[in-house]
Each structure stands twice: as C-alpha cells, then as structure tokens.
C-alpha cells in the first residue's frame, strides 16, 4: 500500500551497539532535548533555533563528526518540508477562505439556530470539529472565539460549558487528524498509510472529543465559573461581507480532502492492486498533495466567488494565508532535521534494541515519549515530530493498521497536560478571562483527558485490528 513518504537519508548506522554507546547515546537524547528546552522555555528562544542548536549538541555529545551531523540535520529539515511543506501550504490558504468568505460564521450559524439549551455543547464540539479540519490550532482559537463568547452571553450559558467544547473538538483535530502539521509529519518519519491513519484518526477522535468536551465540560463548569470577557468579542469577519456562501457548499467544500483520501483508502482496501487503473487513479485524487489542491480550488468558487470575491481579492486572501505560515514550516522543517540526526547518530536504533527485551508496548512507549516531550517543550508538534523519529525504528514489521496506531499513539501522548511554557495555554487563559489555577484545572486538564482518552483508544483498537 502506499504511504506519504520521501526520500531519506540513511538511517542508524548497521549492526549492533555497544553497551557503552547505549550510555552515551542516552546522554545525548537528554542533553539534547534539555537544551532545547531550555532555550524555548527559559531564554525564550524561537523554536526554530532551538531545534537546530539542539540537534548540533545531539551530535556532538554522540560523538559523531560534525559534519555529518550538520548533512543529517540539512537532509531531515529538507526531506520534512518537501513532504508536509506544500500540505501546510495549502491548508493555510482552504482555511483563510473559509475564515475570510464567511464560510465558517455560515457553519457557526445554521448549526446554533438549530441547536437548543441542553444541545448547545455538543453543537460547539461538532463545529469545532469541522472548521477545525483545514485550521492551524491558533487560528481556530482566534475564529471561535468570538462564537463561544456570544453563544455563553446571549444564551446565559456557563462558558465552561460552551468553551471546553470548541477547544475540544479544535485540539483533537490538531492532535490526531491529517492534514495538520503534526499527523502528517508523523506519518511521515514513521511510514504509515495516510488513509488509514486518517479513518483510524477519525474514528478515535470522535468519542475521544465528546468525552473531553460535553462531557468533561460538566466537570470543568463546576470548578470554575467566569464570565464572558466583554472586552474581547471583537467583530465577525463576515459581518463586513454582503453575502456568504451556503452552508452545504461550505461544509461540503471542508470535507472535500477528508472524502477524497478515504477514498483511496477505501479502494485499496476492496482493490489491492497497484496495477488496477481505478486504484492508481484513486492513489492520484486521494494523495494529500492533490486533495488538498482540488479543495482550495472549489474553495475559490464555492466561498470565494460566493462571498464575492473578484480576483484581486482572492488573490491578496492567498498571499495573506501564506504569510504566517513561514514559522510554522521552520518549526516543523528544524523538527524533522532534529529527528534524522537523532536517527542517524543510532538513537532509533539503540531504542529498538533496549526495548526489545521490555514488556512495554510500542504503541505505549510512543506515547510516553511524546508526553516527556510535550511537557519538556510545550509544543505538540515539536513532541510529534521528535517523538516519531525516535520510535519509528519499533514500526518495522508492524502491519498497516498498527503503524497508523502507533502514529496515533504519538499524536495523542503530543496534547498532554499543556501548561505554562505552551503559548496555546496562554491564548485561552487570555481569551477566558482566566487566572492560572482555572486554567490549569480547566484547559489543561481538559488536554489530558484527550491524550489519556486518545491512547486508551488506541489501545482498544491494537486488540481487535
């Protein structure tokens, strides 16, 4: 079957490692991550240069040259933006014309008309859910919540209630779906099925959201009770708009990418034959690359003719959704450098050797390592990428389904508790109208529910597929 995969460089050196090279690989890996956490959390340094400088201290405490440190770290950064580079790309722009047409307000709209007191909720966990496709994690935030701060005023809802939900639905999204960064780049470094990960990931990511949002919003609107910050319900984008476009045609429009690579996993599943000219031309409509493509294509009719868009102004909503996007490819590029260095020094190697005599799960050892990750750095998608890299090795004869679960199991353990050093942390303690305390039992305890939730799910499925 086919995967979204590159060209890499030459992984961990052949034959075994010596007890001693465990040792001092093992001292690198700590030394290693604990400078970049250092320089993210303490110096405040862009997660950019610290993923290089630490991928450069990597290398030298393994005691490789340094000149084949800085070829491993050039060809992973390169390798990992040709990959996943354009799909960002794209998703950015699909994203800037939903936010930009009105075509999320339009979503927001017709499901809260039609949604009653007790349903309300569910009705935030489900829109989140779907705007949250094409969005980068941030810029959902920033569109929803303007929704979540009427809806709770308006209605006389708890924002507990409301909120929890939408962040619910938009972290799940970003924890465990492709086309965000995170999935894609871990399935990516660890080779899994692209369509198969995306069924297994929504299939995960539905129960998992509704027990982190309604459910757990329960919980979370006994604990704390704010009230809806009046100073920040800014304007809706579509309020300066004549007219948007229509509800199906948006939600339609959204799930384009999503269909077109079920698709192709579901014809290699019935077909199984690469030489069949329907699955070679499924493999074509439903790679990422030509999904994502065909998606801001309609996009540019369906939203932004329909909000009437000419084409100078489609053309500025193109190049303003691509501007952001340039920290965020570093990000993901300097991650994916961090992860080939550390599997050509023999890091993934050494992993797969120590733990093949432990009686840990593979799929549970992804997790735990994402989880070190994600509370060392605060990012998720720093945890994905460098937690992948490390446990990609433990794939090699796992069948499709369970390499998708292990990316899985990466993406999940990535959410965990988000505390004080993640700058999503600080955009809904800000948003909310928070202190630090609500935060952390609302927020951040709500990310834990998803990965612990996420893995338990996981782990169900390992049993059964």
Known sequence: MSTLSVEMPAAAPAGPITSAGHAQLGIAVLVGIAVIVLLITRLKLHAFLSLTIGSLVLGAVAGAP?????????????????????????????????????????????????????????????????????????????LLIPVVLLVAKRGNHSLMRIGIPALAGLSVMHGLVPPHPGPLAAIDAIGANLGVTLALGVLIAVPTAVIAGPLFSRVAARWVEVAPPERLTPQRPSEELRRRPGFAATVGTVLLPVLLMLVKALVEVVVDNPKDHLQR?????????????????????????????????????????????????????????????????????????????????????????????????????????????????????????????????????????????????????????????????????????????????????????
């Open 66 to 142: 340094m000149d084949k440190v800085i070829t491993s770290f050039s060809s992973g950064l390169g390798a990992t933006v040709a990959g996943v580079g354009v799909l960002i790309a794209l998703g950015s722009i699909l994203g800037k014309l939903l936010a930009d047409s009105g075509g999320a307000d339009q979503i927001v709209d017709t499901t809260l008309a039609r949604a009653g007191g007790r349903a309300m909720p569910w009705a935030m966990v489900l829109i989140a859910g779907v705007i949250g496709l094409p969005l980068f994690f941030e810029v959902g935030i920033v």
């Open 281 to 465: 031309i499924a493999d074509v409509i439903g790679s990422p690359l030509i999904a994502l493509l065909a998606a801001v294509l309609v996009g540019m009719f369906t939203l932004g003719r329909a909000a009437g868009f000419g084409r100078e102004r489609l053309t500025a909503t193109v190049e303003k959704a691509l501007i952001p996007i340039a920290g965020i490819l570093l990000i993901v590029g300097a991650g994916g450098g961090f992860k080939q260095t550390l599997i050509d020094v023999g890091v993934g190697q050494m992993i797969l050797e120590v733990s093949k005599d432990w009686s840990v799960s593979a799929l549970l050892l992804g997790w735990l390592i994402a989880v070190t990750i994600r509370l060392a750095t605060g990012s998720a998608t720093v945890a994905t990428i460098s937690a992948a890299g490390l446990v990609a090795p433990l794939a090699a004869g796992m069948s499709t389904t369970h390499t998708a679960l292990l990316v899985l199991a990466v993406g999940a353990g990535s959410l965990f508790f988000s505390h004080v050093n993640d700058a999503g942390f600080w955009m809904v303690k800000e948003y909310f109208g928070m202190d630090v305390g609500q935060t952390l039992r609302t927020w951040s305890l709500m990310e834990t529910v998803i990965s612990v939730t996420g893995l338990g799910f996981v782990m169900l499925l390992s049993l059964v597929l």
